[in-house]
């Protein structure tokens, strides 16, 4: 008998794999969670039904968000993680060499289990020197410091549970305060076909914060429509404009894609209102 696990990315489009087994399911204090085994991709993360990585392609997502703000930063010498307890991000930016301090605040310690429980090459990372792990609530985290990060990355799923107020304009505004006189915030900001909303809400809601705000895409597999966007926003560099070269053992990134990742479609341009 074959199995098929099913995502409704829309209310009228699924993606689905087949999936040869299930290694944990559980409901923790915030979320459902469950791991299972596909034939395409890998062990699967998922939570409350979505996928939130696999062992395939997780590579994308993690380089994406993390090394875009590595390299344009000219020193991001401590980086805050909002999420991403899976321990992908956390991965990419301890590797960089300009990195001094990465630290990662998750709310769900199951999520950090079940990394470690399972993916060894994503949780690989958070036992790191340079790395720091904290189980505690991103919101509350970043209210309570001031001009303490270079850069902060929100690592978060989608704007449903406790994730919700991680796309609001207050908390955008707390990051603002945290990050340093020259900092930079990067978000996973959803796919531009499927949910434009989330999108717009993203980038709006930082370029009404920041002074500077650029999107840019990716190209996820396992991500609703496969194209997926990040915003950015910073005080003072352009994301555009690599000045560091780090790219050693990246799998998808390069200085060429970083460069080539903000030449956006027609259709992205007039969504976030950079198109006529």
Sequence with gaps: ??????????????????????????????????????????????????VMTTEKDEFIYHEMISLIACNSHPRPSKVLIIGGGDGGTLREVVRHPAVEQGTLVEIDDRVIQAARDFFPSLSCALDHEKSKVLVEDGIKYVQEHENCYDIVIVDSTDPVGPAIELFSKSFYANVYKVLKDDGMLVVQSDSPYYHP????????????????????????????????????????????????????????????????????????????????
Aim: hydrophobic share 35%; net charge negative; glycine share 8%.
């Design 197 to 276: 909303d989330v999108v717009k809400m993203a980038f709006n809601g930082i370029k009404e914060i920041f002074p500077l705000t650029r999107l840019y895409l990716a190209n996820i597999p396992t991500y609703p429509s496969g194209l997926w966007s990040f915003t950015v926003g910073s005080k003072k560099y352009d994301p555009q404009e690599p000045c560091h070269s780090h790219q050693e053992g990246c799998r998808y990134y390069s200085l060429e894609l970083h460069k080539a990742a903000f030449q956006l479609p027609v259709l992205v341009e007039q969504l976030i209102g950079n198109g006529e």
């Design 1 to 50: 008998m074959e199995l098929w696990f099913t995502e409704y990315q829309t209310p009228a489009i699924g993606f689905s794999c087949k999936s040869t087994g299930t290694l944990r399911t559980e409901k923790t204090a915030y979320q459902d969670l469950a791991v299972i085994e596909t034939e395409q991709f890998g062990r699967m993360l998922l939570l409350d039904g979505m």
